[in-house]
């Protein structure tokens, strides 16, 4: 029983990541003013928390001086989050379908690689958007930091308890 319903459940595991790849295209599918303008929003949200937190009491110039510092790199941060967070959903489910080590990094970057890509593709087609290399390139730093975060909850937490389960069927073979 518990074996059919791992096999039932298995295909699931990718859901995460096909609604994090629907949420990126719907993000990329805002025209180029309502994307800026939800990103200036958080921008200027950062500032003004940071102005408090900090106790500086900016003026409203000062923030705004400070908000058009921050957009451009708070716009590039967002993309290599929303990259890392998709490579995090997709290197999961390929874990759990044993694919390990190097090959799961080349799967899972190809696949999320060639989502940018596609995205970036996308984005040619809204107004006020266009493809990007560039973007595709921060993009695939999100990606990167995403697999190695998985390799390395997977080998920390997940690998130790496969080793004692291997140890012990070594045992019973005796």
Request: charge should be positive.
């Amino acid at each position: 029983m518990k074996k059919f319903l791992i096999l039932l459940l298995k295909p699931l595991s990718f859901l995460p990541a096909l609604a994090i790849m629907y949420m990126i295209f719907s993000f990329s599918g805002q025209t180029g003013a309502v994307s800026s303008n939800i990103s200036y929003k958080v921008s200027h949200k950062i500032v003004t928390v940071g102005s408090d937190l900090l106790g500086k009491d900016f003026s409203e110039d000062q923030i705004e001086f400070y908000v058009d510092k921050i957009h451009g790199p708070v716009r590039k941060l967002a993309h290599m989050t929303e990259y890392f967070i998709l490579a995090v959903a997709v290197s999961f489910p390929l874990y759990v379908y044993n694919l390990r080590g190097i090959p799961l990094m080349i799967v899972a970057g190809a696949i999320c690689v060639a989502f940018a890509c596609g995205d970036e593709y996308h984005q040619s087609f809204v107004e006020g958007r266009g493809p990007s290399k560039r973007d595709v390139m921060i993009d695939s730093v999100g990606v990167f930091f995403g697999i190695i975060l998985v390799r390395i909850v997977c080998w920390v937490f997940l690998a130790p308890s496969r080793m004692r389960k291997a140890r012990r069927r070594k045992k019973r073979a005796r």
